[in-house]
């Protein structure tokens, strides 16, 4: 799949701590698969991680969130699942073998939690569509 890399910089340029020189020492990287115009590709977020060279201060950039903790869906692909499966009709198990026939193997099992952890943010709208209507 294609990749798209982001590199996020941590905002600090100097040790929050002792304010001495940060030297590069290595990246903390996590992928998520993202589904743009019908077509999947991989974005790779790059954290990258200095420490000081007075003392042992490690700083790196703040993790962007994510609709699902630790998950690899990024929104448009969770708004196509949801999508397929609520309007369109789609069961999972045709949505799982549609994105095998585009090279990545989701499990229905997989697609079922995505699915579940979305009605779960959803809840707060929900509620607030109950208390509206009733």
Known sequence: ???EIHRLEPEESCCPECGGKLD???????EQLELVSSAL???RTERVKKACTKCDCIVEAPAPS???ERGIAGPG???RVLTGKYCEHL???RQSEIFARQGVELSRALLSNWVDACCQLMTPVNDALY???M
Request: net charge positive.
């Open 1 to 3: 799949l294609p990749r």
């Open 24 to 30: 590069y020492l290595g990246e903390v990287s996590a």
């Open 41 to 43: 590709k991989v974005i």
């Open 66 to 68: 994510r609709p699902i």
């Open 77 to 79: 692909l969770l708004a």
């Open 91 to 93: 069961p999972l198990y």
């Open 131 to 133: 208390r509206y209507v």
